[in-house]
């Protein structure tokens, strides 16, 4: 199994598996890239921060920076129209005591906050500025410099020929979600137009987009030609997920999912580092959307969510997550 994988190089980095975690604002903040790391994975990007915002000294920007000494390698995402003022907040970010492994641009996000700024998923309309911006950003970096892409706006006929011209302005690695912009998260991840992005550009390209299991990953690592595979959605309420990888690939076997009591016991891992990063009031409301996920696919499940977003004491929520949910199912 081992040979069908070779880890993603990228300068310095070599990254194995070559499965990594998905940017996911809202959820993949330092405290659950904690856990991830702990279940085996090997490479994180924060969740997206603005390049203004940043420079504007906005405490919610500098917060998403934070990370532990552990939790690398680390991309830190930005989002921006204005390559210059992407550049200055890339070149402030090197300066920052935590420290970064690579500069990532969003070019994908959907938000209308966000397109309407000619940011994220708007970039992709136009070849000039989303090459300005990783120009600008190989001046200031001495750090590789990624973009994480959809496929296009609304029609992914140019995915190839932008990709191309991300390369062409200095991209060192390319991350590509198989859905165009104004699909949203409806239809398929297309791997086909993800796979000849892989087989056209010189740099690594990580494919993402719907892979929900260890046997999915290793499929589309080795169907697409992608250098490596990104997981979001498939990660929530399940760090599990790396070690199913690393066992599958190790053994070609696939581990028992894991039971109730494991996962209750993750969460509640989950949810005490949250209160002590958060505070109570703010770690509890920011675990009512994990939790929701940790319970899913049991039965009981709906049962659960309910009784944990009615509880306003953290105490009485670990009490359930440690031992109370047995008399919920
Ligand atoms: C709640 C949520 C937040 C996300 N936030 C970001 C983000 O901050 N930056 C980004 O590039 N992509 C973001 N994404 C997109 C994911 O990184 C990923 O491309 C997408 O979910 C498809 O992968 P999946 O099918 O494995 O989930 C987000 C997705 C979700 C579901």
Redesign the pocket.
């Known amino acids: 199994m081992k040979d069908i994988a070779r880890p993603l190089l990228l300068g310095h980095l070599s990254i194995w598996p070559p499965f990594v975690s998905?940017?996911?604002?809202?959820?993949?903040d330092g405290v659950f890239r904690e856990i991830l790391r702990e279940f085996g994975c090997p490479y994180c990007?924060t969740?997206?921060v603005s390049a203004k915002g940043f420079l504007l000294g906005g405490d919610n920007t500098l917060e998403i920076l934070e990370h532990s000494p552990s939790d690398r390698p680390l991309a830190v995402?930005l989002?921006g129209e204005d390559p210059e003022i992407i550049a200055r907040a890339a070149a402030k970010i090197q300066e920052l005591e935590y420290k970064f492994d690579v500069i990532?641009v969003?070019m994908?996000?959907p938000a209308r906050k966000i397109t309407s700024q000619g940011a994220g998923g708007a970039l992709l309309k136009d070849i000039p500025r989303a090459q300005a911006i990783v120009r600008a950003l190989k001046g200031v970096s001495a750090l590789p410099v990624s973009a994480?892409i959809r496929l296009g706006w609304d029609d992914p006929g140019r995915a190839v020929e932008f990709a191309e011209a991300l390369y062409d302005a200095g991209l060192d690695l390319l991350?590509v979600?198989g859905?165009t912009v104004s699909q949203g998260?409806s239809g398929r991840?297309d791997w086909d137009t993800i796979s000849e992005i892989a087989r056209n550009l010189p740099i690594p390209v990580i494919g993402?987009?719907?892979?929900?299991s260890p046997e999915e990953a290793l499929f589309r690592l080795k169907s697409s030609g992608c250098s490596g595979i990104?997981?979001?959605?498939?990660l929530l309420g399940n760090p599990f997920f790396f070690t199913g990888l690393t066992r599958f690939l190790e053994s070609g076997e696939r581990p028992p999912a894991p039971s109730f009591d494991e996962k209750m016991s993750v969460a509640a891992e989950h949810f005490r580092r949250a209160i002590k990063r958060y505070g109570e009031r703010r770690g509890l409301l920011e675990m009512r959307k994990h939790l929701a996920f940790y319970f899913k696919g049991f039965r009981g499940a709906s049962r659960l969510r309910e009784l944990v977003n009615r509880e306003d004491s953290p105490e009485r929520v670990l009490e359930i997550l440690e031992k109370g949910w047995r008399d919920a199912l």
């Not at 998905?22 to 993949?28: E, H, K």
């Not at 993402?208 to 929900?212: A, F, K, Q, S, Y």
């Open positions: 998905a940017p996911m604002a809202g959820y993949t990007c969740e997206m995402q989002f990532d969003n994908g996000c994480k991350v979600h859905r998260y991840s993402n987009g719907d892979v929900l990104m997981i979001g959605r498939g």
